[in-house]
């Protein structure tokens, strides 16, 4: 990820998730697993999806980007995609 990118948005791909949870513990108060096993995020006023959402709606909008650079990365089929202000993506690459 390159340095000067801040990450904005958030979007798991339910398509891609398997449930390993990995990264609710790499990104604590960011994501749980939902009733068909699969990774949403949690948002301010106790919603929870797939998004896409921004960094800013996280229940946890104080979690740091090296976090949820870490969350991504943590997760064994990528499902976890980051994007920065500009809409480009930045994880995975």
């Given at each position: ?32 697993l ?23 709606n ?5 979690i ?30």
């Open positions: 990820m390159d340095g000067d990118k801040k990450i904005a948005k958030i979007t798991v791909d339910r398509n891609l998730c398997i449930g390993a949870a990995s990264c609710l513990s790499a990104a604590a108060g960011v994501y749980e939902d009733e068909e096993n699969k990774a949403v995020m949690l948002l301010k006023g106790g919603e929870k999806n797939s998004g896409p959402a921004e960094k800013g996280l229940e946890n909008d104080g740091g980007d090296a976090d949820l650079l870490a969350s991504a990365q943590s997760c064994p089929t990528m499902a976890i995609i980051l994007g920065d202000e500009q809409g480009n993506q930045i994880y995975p690459e």
